[in-house]
């Protein structure tokens, strides 16, 4: 059986975390806004040490898994709403009026956000994305990645991270809670998990 490695994600990585990310994540805004937009995404979050982290898993030499991660969510929209600018803003906000089926996640998405950035403030390390490629889901790749986030979290001195999903996705909640996350509160669809590490 091959072995699985974890590392840092790097630069020739970042077409085939996107891949993934549009695979298991098809239904978010950024899957369907397209793979090079998500490939930018990921470039910024590997680029933006000691705020995000990305970390991968191989198998045979072929990337299967990824996980973001990032010390401040406020900190970090900040950074993605510095990046698209005023023209990306526009070019998306075209994207959504043409796309409404969209609107609701978004929506959704926003309360979130203005949820964490209210109750939180600075204070919500947390997981951005994690994905499996379909094919070797269900074999210990999203354990991993959480047990190498928790050991990054702690380095930095942190005690406890969180993680924010659609409480619609049960199988991921069921991971999460499976993995030592607890629930914290609900919020527009989303649920809000949180790990003592
Ligand atoms: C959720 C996801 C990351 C889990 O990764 P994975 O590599 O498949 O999970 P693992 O094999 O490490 O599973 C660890 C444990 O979680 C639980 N678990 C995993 N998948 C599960 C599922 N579909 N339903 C219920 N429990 C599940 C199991 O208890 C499992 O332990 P076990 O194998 O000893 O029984 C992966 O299935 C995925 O990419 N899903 C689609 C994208 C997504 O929903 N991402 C999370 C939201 S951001």
């Known amino acids: 059986?091959?072995?699985q490695i974890i590392s840092e994600?790097?630069?020739?990585?970042?077409?085939?975390?996107?891949?993934?990310?549009?695979?298991?994540?098809?239904?978010?805004?950024?899957s369907?806004?397209?793979?090079?937009?998500?490939?930018?995404?990921?470039e910024l979050l590997i680029s933006d040490e000691p705020l995000?982290?990305?970390?991968?898993?191989?198998?045979?030499g072929v990337v299967e898994g990824f996980?973001?991660?990032?010390r401040s969510r406020l900190a970090i929209n900040?950074?993605?709403?510095?990046?698209?600018?005023?023209?990306?803003?526009?070019?998306?906000?075209?994207?959504v009026l043409l796309h409404p089926r969209i609107i609701k996640e978004l929506f959704n998405k926003i309360m979130l956000d203005n949820y964490i950035a209210k109750n939180y403030r600075d204070s919500y390390p947390s997981i951005l994305t994690l994905g499996v490629s379909p094919k070797y889901q269900g074999k210990?790749?999203?354990?991993?990645?959480?047990?190498?986030?928790?050991?990054?979290f702690k380095e930095q001195g942190l005690s406890k991270y969180f993680v924010d999903t659609e409480m619609k996705n049960k199988?991921?909640?069921?991971?999460?809670?499976?993995?030592?996350?607890?629930?914290?509160?609900?919020?527009?669809?989303?649920i809000i998990l949180e790990k003592n590490i």
Do not use: C, W
């Open 171 to 190: 199988s991921a909640v069921q991971f999460y809670l499976e993995l030592g996350f607890r629930p914290a509160t609900t919020i527009s669809g989303n």
């Open 52 to 60: 995000s982290k990305v970390f991968i898993v191989k198998k045979a």
């Open 9 to 30: 994600a790097k630069p020739e990585n970042l077409n085939r975390i996107a891949a993934i990310h549009q695979t298991v994540l098809k239904d978010t805004f950024t």
């Open 140 to 152: 210990g790749i999203g354990r991993t990645l959480i047990l190498r986030s928790d050991k990054y």
């Open 78 to 95: 900040n950074r993605v709403n510095q990046f698209l600018g005023f023209t990306g803003k526009l070019r998306l906000s075209l994207f």
């Open 67 to 70: 996980i973001s991660i990032t």
């Open 1 to 3: 059986m091959d072995s």
């Open 32 to 42: 369907q806004v397209g793979k090079s937009f998500i490939a930018k995404l990921y």
